[in-house]
């Protein structure tokens, strides 16, 4: 079983859209939960943190994390074209930050 | 404005030469770690440095080597015993060695073998 488990995709939605990205952890230890963005051929950028069970809201995402099922999501609200890009799964405990691959979206016009 | 600046942004090495990338950042961040990105693979640890003239090595150190003679300074070494280095590069830091920290990331350099 991968450390950090994401659907690979791509994720097709039309814009406007609500896009639901998924993650899946193995290790309960885990204390600091993460979503970046990353643009082809670019460096992943940060669009959310969360550390505690439940939502974090920031504009038009969403993040929500639930320790006893050890899963965290991502919402995207109104989708944009923009918005296409590969969607970073980061899961960290003491000190180590375990990646996941990535689930690609695609916002269509 | 504050940041990591990562130099050359590609780079192509010759069968046998060793490569050296460059890592500053101007963050006053304590940690600093060099990551490596193959296409469909998360991003895999090479090194990673807690503190000045400290360096641990991470899941792939492998034919590479570091150096953290400065805090604002951590350049990677591909060696020629890296058997497989065509990879994305990514130098990222974080305010302290704690993984609550956020991670903030280089641009990236490209380096392919010819």
């Known amino acids: 079983q991968k450390e950090v488990e994401q659907n690979s995709g791509p994720l097709s939605v039309p814009e406007g859209a609500i896009a639901s990205l998924n993650c899946t952890y193995s290790?309960?230890?885990?204390?600091?939960f993460f979503w970046y963005r990353q643009y082809s051929g670019k460096s992943p950028e940060l669009i959310m943190s969360?550390?505690?069970?439940g939502d974090k809201e920031d504009g038009r995402f969403t993040a929500q994390l639930n320790k006893a099922s050890q899963y965290v999501s991502l919402l995207i609200r109104d989708s944009q074209p923009s918005d296409s890009a590969t969607y970073l799964c980061v899961i960290s405990g003491t000190y180590k930050y375990i990646f996941g691959t990535g689930t690609r979206l695609k916002v269509l016009a | 404005d504050g940041g990591i600046t990562q130099s050359p942004k590609y780079l192509f090495r010759k069968e046998g030469q060793n490569v050296t990338l460059s890592c500053e950042q101007n963050l006053n961040h304590d940690a600093m770690y060099w990551y490596r990105q193959d296409p469909g693979q998360g991003l895999r640890l090479i090194y990673y440095?807690?503190?000045?003239?400290?360096?641990q090595k991470g899941d792939i150190a492998e034919g590479y080597s570091v150096s953290r003679e400065k805090k604002e300074s951590f350049p990677l070494t591909v060696t020629s015993a890296q058997k497989n280095p065509t990879a994305f590069y990514l130098c990222a830091s974080s305010i302290s060695p704690s993984g609550a920290n956020v991670l903030t990331f280089g641009a990236g350099s490209r380096l392919t073998v010819l």
């Open positions: 290790d309960r230890g885990s204390q600091s």
């Open positions: 440095s807690q503190i000045v003239n400290d360096f």
């Open positions: 969360i550390y505690s069970n």
